[in-house]
Each structure stands twice: as C-alpha cells, then as structure tokens.
C-alpha cells in the first residue's frame, strides 16, 4: 500500500486499461481495501451533476456521457462505461459506500472546442480515454508510446498480440498478483508506465503542449483540490498513461499557466445508451477493445469462465439449427485447455476458445464462427438509461412517441412490417418517415417479405446507433417535437432547394410523413420551381415522385388536389417537350431517355383516373371543345400520342422506338398487326444492323427500374407470339457477318436479362424450325401454342366473383382492378 501511495503526496493511484475487466476487479479490491473518502474518475467534470444517476437501478450499462455544444449539437463527443470498465466499477463503489466521487478530466466544455482546431493536434489519442491504446501499431517513439504504450510493453515481454499479453499478465492473474496485495497490480502497472514515458533526465515526461498537456495540468489541479478537502483518502482512476504525470513534481502555477486562455464553448451533458459494438476498436472508438462481449464474460463468471463461454456459445448454435451437443462442449473445453497449455498460457484465452469452436463446434467453418464472433465476442448488448436523466426536449418527445407506439430502440438490426390500415402502425410509419426527414436514420425502407407492391403495405429495417442521440440533439434546433422539427426542417429545405427532383422528392417526404402544414409551402415552391425549368429530363425524373405521392395520399386520406395539379402539368410539358429531346442523341443519352421514357410511362399510370382506355381520346377532344383544364384522362391520351410519334419518327434513335411500340403494344393501344410492322420496319435488311439492334433492345428488353435496373420479364412477349418472334430470328439471321460481331454485345445484354426459363423456352421455339414458305417459327392456326383464337369473355368473368371476395367494398369491378394494378 506504501508503494501505491508514495506518489501524488499520498493519493492512492489506480493506473487502469479503460474497459479492462482484470482492470476493474482490482480497482473494486483496491478500494475496498483502501476505503477512500473521495475517488476521482477520468472524464468531464460536468458529468459530477449526473453521477448519481449511475446509482439508479434503470441505468444499465454500457452507457456514455454524452456531451456535446449548445450552438452545434453536432460537435459532441462520448465517454463510454461498459460493466467491466473500471471507472464504472469506481463509480458504482463510491455511491455504495457513502463516497464522493468526482470527475477530473479536462472539462467538455474546452475539449468541444479544440475540435477541428490543429493547434490542439498532438500524439496523444483524442478519444477522450487516455491510456494512448487507439490500435495503432505501436513504435519506439514518442508518438508510438502514447499510441499503444501496451503494444510496447507486450512486444517487450516477447508478445506479437498486446491484447493476449494483457489476458496473460492481468486478465488470467487477477487476484493472484502480489501475494493477495491488491495494490501491487497498480503499482507494477505504474512503474512500466513510468519507464516508458522516463525522460533522459529520469524525470516522467510530462508532456509541455497540446491536448494531452492541458488535461493532465487540470487532472493535477482537481487532484490538488480534492486532497486540501479529503487529506490523503484520495483515490484516483484513470488511464494508467497518465500515472507518471500525476506523481511529476510540478507547481500549480505552471499548470494553470497551461490552462490558460483555453478555447470555450457552451457544453450540455447527458447520459445515453450504448452498445457493445461500439465500443468495439472495429467500430473506430480509440480506445476500444476487440472482444468487449468476451471481456464481459469474463468480468461476470465468478468461476469457470471457459465452460460457461462454451455453453453459451452452443446454445446460440443451437438456436441457429446447427447440431451442438452437450459432447462438443466437453471436448470444447478439453481443447482449449490443451491449447492454452501447449502456448505456456495459465488459462485458455479468446483464441484458444475460439480455435476449439472452431475446430469441434462449427466443423472447421468459419460460417457459424462468424456469427459466434459477431453475438457474443463482439455482442449487441444495449444499456438503458433512466427517464430522469437531462434530455433535450425533442428527445423527451421522442421516447414517449416511441412508448406509445411500442417501438422500443434496439442495437440489433431487425425487420418491421406495417399495415397502414391499422392505426397504430400508420403512426409507427409517420413517425419513421418523420426521423429520416430530420436526418434520424433509425429505420430504412426496405422490400416486404411479402414481395408485394399495394401502397397499404411498408417494410422497414430498424436499427438504435448511440450516435442517433446526437442527431436527435441536432435535429432539436428544429422544433421540441417530433411532428413540429419535421415540419419545420421541410419548410427550410422547401425554401433552399434548388433541383426539382429535391423538391418533389421533399414532397414525397411530407406525404407520407403526414405533415399538412408543411405541404403547402413544399407545393408553392414545387409549382414555381416546375414553371421554371424546362429540361425534359428533369421534369421526366420529378414526375414519378409526385406520381407515387399521390397514391400515398389516397392510402393516407390526404388530400392531393393541388398535388395532382401540378403533376399533371409536369406530365403535359413533358409530353409537350419529349419528341424534341429525342432526337440526336448518342448511345447513352438514348439509354438514359429510355428510362425516362419508362418512368414516365408508369407514372402518368398511376396518376388518379387513369387507364380510361381508348375512349380517352375522344373525352379530350371534348374537353378541349368545352374550353375546360386538362385532366388526367387527357394526359393519358396525349402520352399516347407522343409514344405514338416516338415510335415512328426516324430520327429517334432505336431503343427509343422500340421501346415507345412495346409500351403502346403493352396499353391495348397499338394492334399487333401494326406492331408486326414496325418491326418488320425497323429489321428491314436496308436498317442499319446497330440501329435495329437497339430497336429490338427496347422493344423486347425489361422495363427500367427505379434504380436503372431492367426486369427479366421482356423476353415473354416474344414467347407468347411467335410472329414477332420469327422476324426477329428472320433478322438475325440475315445480319451479314461483317455487322454480326458489332450487334453481338447489344444483343446480348438484351437477351442477357431474360429468365433462365424464358431463354430456355425461346431456344426451343427456335429450333423447331421455320413454317413452310415462312419467315418465323411456326404458328397453329388458333395463334401461339396454348392459347386460343382470342379471349373467351365468359370464362375470364368466372374470376370477378373470387375478386369480389379477396379485394372486398362496394366498388364495381373494374374499379377494383384498375386499384390493384391489373
């Protein structure tokens, strides 16, 4: 005890490895031993107002201080506590035992402000941590020394792994140490720290600028404090770096010479919630650690830590259907104790129960082992923090919105589907779609395991980062709710966004986010910013957002008139503008029209009142002789006439025309005869062998997704007619060998993206051959095998009563179709 105490005029010292479980059982023995009046911990003095809370059976660990600046919320940093972090234990063994307990690092409120600032850059790690272990590889230097001081002292023991000398020498040795002294761990730790940072004179090095200067000036100055209030029961826990630091004989003079002229800002402090994946060295905390799970277990087995790792480890394969008997934890166990006997350990550590996992347990696969490394070495572990602790209010609101609607936050990644014809979950989605407008990416859309498409339907996948409460924090500039900080950040981008596709993209956002005051500033800005811009490919990319907009309106009971309005006009200046913009492109500008052209095309589909057929035409001439505005039927008759244009237009490049017929073909509005000619047309043999490759690439290619892709449903067209099929075999054929090898790629990129049934299907209506005096494959009288002469009415309405039964209402039947897409 002498030795521990013979520093820092008295105070007991308790040089420590943050998130050390070894680390933390010696500093509770250390203390019970000592029984100080007053323990110090390293961290931000503004945490000492929120320490009691660490007393609050709610607070479970891992949680961390959160700190950040009132002016900028996003300059903010964590201080991490695991259970098996020493200063926790600390913590937790003051406010048991009647102590006081204070933080003395350097305050937030100057270590927010250095940020950013390279006046303040050193070699010392900024993680707030300050034992130097951020996993960089160590050197024989200055900067390497206070980088990973361990790695040092490992490699000087004859270690590659400092992680597994730190296991052998104090995670194994624990309570061994020393002859039952539970001081001499510190003061073993202490001295190799003080010979590592030994200056040539034999004093400690102290550092004389920079960061890590100014907080070991203020550690020595709060450490003065404490001892002219509690005498010599002082006991101090930190980074064991910083030990020689605070024995160096120094004056308080020069260390508030130090401190002086400090930048500042105005900090708040909170305690969050936090994960053990992110404390993680992978995760890019500094002073992280490989295995936190591990060390956990380690901190929390009293006795036979390996056979309990190991029954845990085959139940988790068991629960993933991996066959693990209570044999393979048996021989498990065997094998990492031979294991660790063979590599001189005293007990087996991760990598030998990890090699006996491997080897008995996953079959020498690295599958199953991954998910052992990924739930239970690293784990998903998240702490809870009480309700009482200081929040910002946006954050209050959210977690009683999250309460209510029984969406609790989790570290795990998991799967949410929601039915917005239920309440509850139609609260759940306004809520999501309200966080990611804020910019608080708790959840991601993404494809239900249903696969289906209806508007009433949304998959979500969840995951609560730490991090998030920064970005809550930040959003909170923004309004102290949930609903009035999502209405006021789409008013503000609504005012600076400059891009059409921002703006109805924004719009989309307010829908679905239900945000009604918010919409009609999104709306103003929306129409002027459309009546200014008149590139047809911009207009082409904003008018599907707006399209899927109103159909999340109609799911939602919102009202979308002044929206339908503006989509409509949006529709018709791109009808006005397409057959311009499609001529004279290159091969590239006409891929990327042909996907406007496809988004348009499903689009103006989907805007209310669409689908009217071919009577449509005749409705607008009628309009139009009564002087009345456009509407959507119009629109749907005036699309079909600029496909129309498209499709015939010789100055459209191919791809184009092709895919303007098909469209026409797939709407009822181009009869298969005049498709057969346009075809024949385009693959006529005085067609440029390029130019009708591409004709037949847009015409029978898959539909462009919205993220560029094509669907692998284009190649059935030409299954199920056979004449189509035999003029583009006719064509093929005839191309001369010369062109050949130029189409080839095209053709094959098209044919490519087909199923491997309908490629399958194609090869053999090919080779049976062309029809006697025939161009093409051969064809039955009744048309394409399997089907007949034309459509049997009566059978197909045997299928409306089924319908009935399976989309319910009152609606009339063509209705309920058009509703399901069909």
């Not at 404390?279 to 650690?289: F, N, T, V």
């Not at 129960?353 to 690295?366: E, H, I, L, N, P």
């Not at 048309?783 to 039964?805: I, K, M, Q, T």
Request: proline fraction near 6%.
């Amino acid at each position: 005890m002498t030795a521990a105490r013979t520093a820092a005029g008295g105070a007991l010292l308790l040089g420590v490895r943050h998130h050390g479980p070894g680390s933390a059982r010696a500093v509770r023995a250390a203390l019970d031993t000592a029984r100080p009046r007053a323990v110090l911990v390293e961290g931000p003095p503004e945490g000492d107002a929120l320490v009691a809370l660490a007393a609050d059976e709610r607070m479970r660990p891992p949680v961390a201080l959160l700190a950040h600046a009132v002016d900028d919320p996003g300059r903010a940093a964590f201080w991490p506590f695991a259970a098996f972090s020493p200063e926790w234990v600390a913590v937790r063994w003051a406010l048991e035992h009647g102590a006081a307990v204070r933080f003395f690092d350097l305050p937030a409120a100057h270590s927010l402000a250095m940020m950013g600032d390279p006046t303040w850059d050193d070699d010392e790690d900024d993680d707030e941590t300050g034992d130097g272990d951020d996993g960089a590889t160590a050197a024989h230097s200055p900067r390497g020394l206070r980088r990973d001081p361990l790695a040092v002292l490992a490699g000087t023991a004859g270690y590659d792994d400092p992680e597994r000398w730190w296991e052998d020498v104090v995670e194994h040795r624990a309570g061994a140490a020393g002859d039952g002294d539970p001081l001499a761990p510190f003061a073993a730790v202490a001295e190799a720290m003080g010979a590592l940072r030994e200056a040539p004179d034999g004093q400690p090095d102290v550092a004389a600028r920079g960061r890590e200067a100014v907080r070991e000036a203020h550690m020595r100055l709060r450490l003065r404090a404490a001892r002219k209030e509690y005498g010599e029961d002082v006991a101090v826990v930190c980074g064991a770096w910083h030990v020689p630091a605070l024995r160096a004989k120094t004056t308080a003079t020069a260390d508030r010479a130090l401190l002086k002229g400090l930048p500042k800002v105005k900090a708040e402090t909170t305690w969050v919630p936090w994960t053990h994946r992110r404390l993680a060295r992978r995760s890019g905390y500094g002073a992280g650690i490989t295995s936190p799970g591990w060390y956990g277990h380690l901190f929390d087995a009293r006795d036979r830590p390996v056979e309990r790792w190991m029954t845990g480890v085959a139940g988790l394969l068991r629960a993933e259907d991996y066959a693990v008997s209570s044999a393979h934890v048996i021989e498990a166990v065997r094998l990492a104790g031979t294991l660790a006997a063979m590599r001189g350990r005293p007990l087996p550590g991760l990598a030998e129960t990890t090699d006996a996992v491997r080897a008995v347990m996953c079959d020498g696969s690295d599958v199953p082992l991954n998910l052992v490394q990924d739930r239970l070495i690293v784990g998903d572990v998240l702490g809870e923090v009480p309700d009482g602790a200081p929040a910002v209010p946006l954050q209050r609101d959210l977690a009683r919105l999250q309460r209510s609607l029984r969406l609790r936050p989790e570290a795990l990644d998991r799967e949410l589907d929601l039915d917005l014809r239920k309440e509850t979950d139609a609260a759940r989605s306004r809520l999501l779609h309200r966080l990611r407008l804020l910019g608080v990416d708790w959840g991601a859309p993404a494809a239900g395991r249903g696969g289906g498409t209806g508007t009433f339907r949304e998959s979500w996948r969840l995951r609560w980062d730490p991090e998030l409460h920064v970005r809550v924090a930040e959003a909170g500039v923004w309004g102290t709710t949930v609903l009035g900080a999502a209405t006021g950040r789409a008013e503000a981008r609504a005012a600076s966004a400059e891009a059409l596709t921002d703006i109805t993209a924004l719009a989309e956002q307010c829908l679905l986010a239900e945000l009604p005051d918010a919409l009609p500033r999104v709306m103003k800005a929306l129409a002027d910013r459309a009546a200014l811009d008149t590139d047809v490919g911009r207009l082409a990319q904003a008018l599907p957002a707006l399209a899927r907009s109103l159909r999340y309106g109609d799911v939602r009971a919102t009202d979308t008139a002044a929206l339908a309005e503006v989509a409509t006009g949006l529709a018709l200046r791109i009808c006005v503008g397409l057959p311009p913009a499609c001529t004279g492109l290159d091969t590239d500008g006409a891929n990327e029209m042909r996907g406007h052209l496809d988004a348009v095309h499903t689009a103006i589909r989907l805007l209310p009142g669409a689908g009217a057929g071919a009577g449509a035409g005749a409705e607008a001439a009628a309009r139009a002789t009564a002087g009345t505005r456009p509407g959507t039927e119009d629109v749907t008759a005036r699309w079909s006439g600029v496909l129309g244009v498209l499709a015939t237009r010789d100055t459209v490049p191919g791809v184009i025309r092709g895919r303007a017929a098909r469209l026409l073909l797939d709407d009822g509005r181009l009869p298969e005869e005049e498709a057969a000619w346009l075809m024949g047309l385009a693959l006529s043999p005085g067609a440029e062998p390029a130019d009708a490759a591409a004709w037949i690439e847009g015409f029978v290619g898959g539909a462009a997704g919205p993220d560029g892709t094509r669907d692998r449903s284009g190649g059935l067209l030409l299954v199920h007619d056979e004449r189509l099929l035999g003029l583009v075999d006719a064509w093929l054929t005839g191309v001369p060998a010369e062109a050949f090898t130029d189409v080839l790629p095209l053709l094959r990129r098209t044919f490519s993206a087909y199923g491997s049934g309908v490629r399958r299907t194609l090869g053999e209506l090919v080779r049976r051959g062309p029809a006697a005096g025939g161009g093409g494959p051969a064809l039955s009288e009744a048309g394409a095998p399997g089907f007949g002469p034309g459509l049997d009415a009566d059978r197909a309405d045997g299928v409306l009563p089924l319908l009935r039964l399976l989309l319910g209402g009152e609606q009339d039947d063509e209705t309920r179709l058009v509703g399901v897409g069909l």
